[in-house]
């Protein structure tokens, strides 16, 4: 295989990483808002964990740091589905 092909396999490659990177880059504008809202209800149920939680451990949600977290993502990722502002289509 010639310098030449080799060079353009590479080239071929980088171009592909690049249009995956682009497409990540566009859902992560597209979704911001919810993306905004799943880490800030992470923080969220962590901080309550930390100084709220539940000593007994018969609480199913804050008993644990991670349950209480996850469901922080979970409420802070609907709640940024909810605040996020849709494109109106145009019907023809």
Known sequence: MSIFATNLKGYLKDINKSKKMDKAI????????????????????YLYWHFIGCNSGTCPITSSPINSTLYGILLGGLLGSILKKEKKREEK
Not at 30 to 37: F, T
């Open 26 to 45: 566009q859902y992560i504008k597209k979704q911001w808002v919810i993306i905004a809202g799943a880490a800030l209800g992470a923080l969220g149920g």
